[in-house]
Nanobody
């Protein structure tokens, strides 16, 4: 069992930056790939990015590639999402998840409660 808690969300102007953190409990954090997803009002949850168990390979959605960076610190049981050059369309609740190294939400077994990111124009 893995429990995930996101933090770092908030209100930022377009063009600004935020760094989200996701802290995991339990000794098995390093055995999971970690993904970030987001859900805007009235829209389905969408893939943002994922990072492998070791922190090597990463994969990003086309809409965020070059602007967002995922990293992880297995010693601290934490994964990060650095978001730069934010746009109003990035406004959503952001979720971290633990599971397989994939873009599919169904392949992630554990989810955090989400943190709100709002980008003003």
């Amino acid at each position: 069992q893995v429990q995930l808690v996101e933090s770092g969300g908030g209100l930022v102007q377009a063009g600004g930056s935020l760094r989200l953190s996701c802290a995991a409990s339990g000794p098995t954090f390093s055995t999971y790939a970690m993904g970030w997803f987001r859900q805007a009002p009235g829209k389905e949850r969408e893939f943002v990015g994922t990072i492998s168990r070791t922190g090597g390979p990463t994969s990003y959605a086309a809409s965020v590639k070059g602007r967002f960076t995922i990293s992880r610190d297995n010693a601290k049981n934490t994964v990060y999402l650095q978001m730069n050059s934010l746009k109003p369309e990035d406004t959503a609740v952001y979720y971290c998840a633990a599971g397989l190294f994939t873009t599919k939400a169904s392949s992630y077994a554990y989810w955090g409660q989400g943190t709100q990111v709002t980008v003003s124009s």
